[in-house]
């Protein structure tokens, strides 16, 4: 079975700041992706960041970017100059290939303050 | 923008009611996902349906059905409706059924209340 673990229910950062949200993950399978999604006051699911398990490079998407530690089954988000519209539920989330089934964790609640 | 659909935005039912929630994929796409995010059990995945046909299950009740049309967009039926079944019903959709990257986009969800 897997599992996405968020051990960080809320966090908060200031305007400008980085942040790192955390997350593991525990599954058998060598072909997987994990993902990373906003889930703002809108409710509004978006994806943030993706990461291919067998690319070691981390992912980057603008001020998002990820430290993916696969041998310890570890896939951090850091937010770098944080805005105050990064406000929002982060869901940190697991596709075993061929599964098709996303397997998210509890969720990191961020805080962003000017 | 996503480019999914999900009608209605908000629903508002009584126990032991049946609702149908609607769900129009991205252009394109031919897999639909119903997940459910409740305050106590989270985001969870209900069922995957591909081109019309059921491919994975995941932790849906037996009051819960979904189909796919051939049209490709999908309804979620659930019956007997329990205040336990207050949630946020979302659906995704993707290009593909499976295999590789399959980025799942979701719609902006349908607000289900049991009164």
């Known amino acids: 079975a897997q599992t996405v673990t968020q051990s960080q229910p809320e966090m908060s950062v200031q305007e400008a700041e980085t942040v790192t949200l955390s997350c593991t993950y525990d599954t058998s399978e060598n072909n997987y992706y994990l993902f990373w999604y906003k889930q703002p006051p809108s409710r509004q699911m978006i994806l943030v960041i993706r990461?291919?398990?067998?690319?070691?490079q981390n992912a980057t998407e603008n001020r998002f970017s990820v430290n993916f530690q696969k041998a310890a089954k570890s896939f951090s988000l850091k937010i770098s100059d944080s805005q105050l519209g990064d406000t929002a539920m982060y869901f940190c989330?697991?596709?075993?290939?061929?599964?098709?089934?996303?397997?998210f964790g509890t969720g990191t609640r961020l805080q962003v303050f000017p | 923008d996503s480019g999914v659909t999900q009608t209605p935005k908000h629903l508002i039912t009584a126990t032991g009611q049946r609702v149908t929630l609607r769900c129009s994929p991205r252009s394109g796409d031919l897999s639909v996902y119903w997940y459910q995010q409740s305050l106590d059990q989270g985001l969870q995945f209900l069922i995957q349906?591909?081109?019309?046909?059921?491919?994975a299950k995941g932790n849906i009740l037996e009051r819960f059905s979904a189909q796919q049309f051939p049209d490709l967009h999908s309804e979620l039926n659930l019956s007997s409706l329990e205040l336990g079944d207050s949630a946020l019903y979302f659906c995704?959709?993707?290009?593909?059924?499976?295999?590789?990257?399959?980025?799942?986009?979701f719609g902006p969800g349908t607000r289900l209340t049991v009164t």
């Open positions: 990461q291919e398990a067998y690319k070691q």
């Open positions: 995704a959709s993707s290009h593909t059924g499976r295999g590789g990257l399959n980025e799942q986009y």
């Open positions: 349906y591909y081109n019309g046909e059921e491919r």
């Open positions: 989330a697991l596709l075993v290939y061929n599964t098709d089934k996303l397997i």
